[in-house]
């Protein structure tokens, strides 16, 4: 069973969270490598913003939500268990860290 810390989420939700841009709407794949492993999270998000007056330009992130998300961990190329968790990753992505 893969347990992923701290530094994992917060590695994942930095590259989540450059993947999905200025988007409203998020839909891919996005992957960490570590010393001998491997995460892939794929996932839908609804991303919802702050108004911008004017319209020209997104607003900051306030929210997050998942519609769907599958978390693999790859050791040596094989699939292992792992113990991903939506709320503890959640602690890591915006607006939570905007000021990291």
């Known amino acids: ?34 010393d001998g492993y491997a995460v892939n999270l794929r996932t839908t998000l609804l991303i919802y913003r702050c108004k911008v007056p004017g319209g020209d330009r997104t607003g900051s992130i306030i929210d997050i939500r998942p519609v769907w998300c599958e978390c693999e961990v790859l050791r040596r190329g094989r699939v292992v268990a792992n113990e991903f968790s939506w709320s503890e990753f959640t602690r890591f992505l915006p607006p939570r860290n905007l000021s990291a």
């Open 1 to 34: 069973m893969a347990v992923l810390n701290d530094c994992t989420y917060k590695n994942l939700a930095r590259i989540l969270t450059r993947a999905i841009g200025d988007v409203e709407f998020f839909n891919g794949t996005v992957s960490h490598h570590g």
